[in-house]
């Protein structure tokens, strides 16, 4: 009886937006409220098919943002309860980074070659999952630095593999969200999956401070890979992008020189990776800032991130609309407040002014953020899309990837305020540059030529 009435109320959640008959016409009416209150766009002219592919999507983000809220916020912690260094949180996200850049153009080129988007991230998905296992495991199997190394070794694989599938995530996401919606779509999918992170991230931090260390971090690792096998189901959900496969005679050369005739992707992908390097030369250390010097707790670490998720909340819900009203350049000048972020933790030695940063740093994050995606859609075209993602991936994860290196070095050598001070020139610079030579994108003009220059570059 339970599951009948919860399955019918779960069914009425979709049914006003899908036009199925309503058995509950109250109950209809408020999940359509509660719906659009995350600013799910009005999306009732779309073919069936597209939207249920869309509903998917959209509870996809759900359990993938649940699954990260339980791993990424205390791997670092984790990799420092089993007694890791500086330089080896440094070494983590230089390898991540550098994975990427070795993974993105294999990912794209198989994709492109099997015709088959959907399959490709999927096999990925549950692949670059299994990591956490092996993350899991690792201090039973290993003692002392060996478990650390273990999961070092399995985080980069991780990240390896996650972005060997992005750009045929990338390509079938865009192919299934149309334009014009794109903007207030994925504000309310990033909302949906703040929420998540709202719920799992204190949960996650519950666990540790209840069960112990490192067996809390074991735990959150655990139900992060079931959260993320249900995600993938639902992402199986999805229409496959179909198309014939393509015995590509992949030149690298020819294809740069493609997407160098792009300017509006040149410039992006310019300052970009400038501002990711600024982010990357500080970003990986706040945490462990907080832990060695403000001296604060997994508890209190994990509740200023909490409150971040819930500012995120409120910012994508405004930013959604604007950005679909007034633009992707437009939005993303609320991320001009980003560099400020290391330099203001360094005056942080109260959880309070952590929680207040961590506020602040989500809103001017989430305007970037939305905007930065859709111009990375925006500015390249539909045919082909998988090897732009993966031009823009592996160039950015190559400049990304001497941020924590540079950054762990500099670490033990001169402290936190050199660091933390460079990561916000990095910043600043990638955003002047982005403001500077960036104008919203003519999509249409830019896919058309693009599109004929890889034609000619992938034929054989």
């Known amino acids: 009886m339970r599951y009948a009435k919860a399955k019918s109320w779960a069914s009425s959640i979709w049914s006003a937006k899908y036009s199925r008959p309503v058995l509950y016409p109250r109950r209809s009416a408020l999940a359509l409220t509660a719906v659009r209150t995350v600013g799910y766009p009005e999306v009732e002219t779309l073919p069936t098919e597209k939207r249920k592919g869309l509903r998917a999507l959209w509870f996809d983000g759900l359990f993938t943002s649940m699954a990260t809220g ?43 070659r099997s015709g088959r988007y959907k399959q490709v991230w999927l096999v990925a998905g549950f692949l670059s999952r299994a990591m956490w296992l092996v993350m899991l495991v690792a201090p039973w199997v290993l003692r002392d630095s060996g478990a650390v190394w273990l999961v070092l070794a399995a985080w980069v694989a991780f990240t390896a593999i996650t972005i060997f ?41 519950l666990f ?9 971090y074991q735990a959150n690792l655990g139900f992060a890979f079931a959260l993320g096998m249900i995600s993938l189901y639902l992402f199986r959900q999805l229409p496959e992008h179909v198309s014939a496969p393509q015995a590509i005679h992949h030149n690298l050369r020819q294809t740069f020189h493609a997407a160098m005739r792009m300017p509006t992707f040149v410039h992006f992908l310019t300052a970009h990776s400038i501002f990711h390097l600024g982010v990357m030369i500080g970003g990986p250390f706040i945490n462990v800032y907080m832990v060695q010097e403000a001296g604060f707790n997994v508890s209190t670490i994990g509740f200023s991130t909490t409150v971040g998720v819930f500012a995120s909340l409120i910012g994508m819900r405004m930013l959604g609309r604007l950005h679909d009203r007034h633009g992707i350049i437009w939005t993303m000048r609320f991320g001009l407040g980003v560099p400020l972020i290391p330099v203001a933790y360094l005056w942080v030695n109260q959880p309070w002014q952590a929680y207040v940063i961590s506020v602040l740093s989500a809103f001017t994050w989430a305007g970037y953020n939305l905007g930065a995606f859709n111009l990375l859609l925006a500015s390249t075209p539909d045919e082909h899309r998988p090897h732009y993602i993966a031009i823009h991936t592996t160039v950015v994860s190559v400049v990304g990837a ?32 982005l403001f500077v030579l960036v104008h919203e994108p003519e999509a249409a003009d830019d896919a058309s030529v693009a599109g004929a220059d890889l034609d000619e570059a992938l034929t054989p």
Request: proline share 6%.
């Open 208 to 216: 540790v401070s209840k069960i112990g260390e490192p067996g809390g």
């Open 402 to 433: 001497m941020g924590p290196i540079l950054g762990g070095g500099l670490l033990d050598a001169v402290g936190y305020r050199p660091v933390f001070g460079l990561s916000f020139v990095g910043r600043a610079l990638g955003l002047v540059l």
């Open 70 to 112: 339980f791993v990424d916020p205390y791997y670092t912690l984790y990799m420092l309860n089993l007694h890791a260094s500086n330089a080896q949180i440094g070494l983590v996200n230089a390898l991540s980074q550098f994975s990427g850049a070795v993974t993105a153009i294999p990912g794209a080129l198989l994709a492109e």
């Open 165 to 205: 599938g992005t750009p045929a995530w990338a390509a079938v996401t865009a192919d299934l969200v149309p334009a014009k919606v794109r903007g207030s779509y994925f504000a309310s999918r990033n909302m949906i999956m703040h929420l998540a992170q709202l719920l799992a991230i204190p949960v996650a931090g």
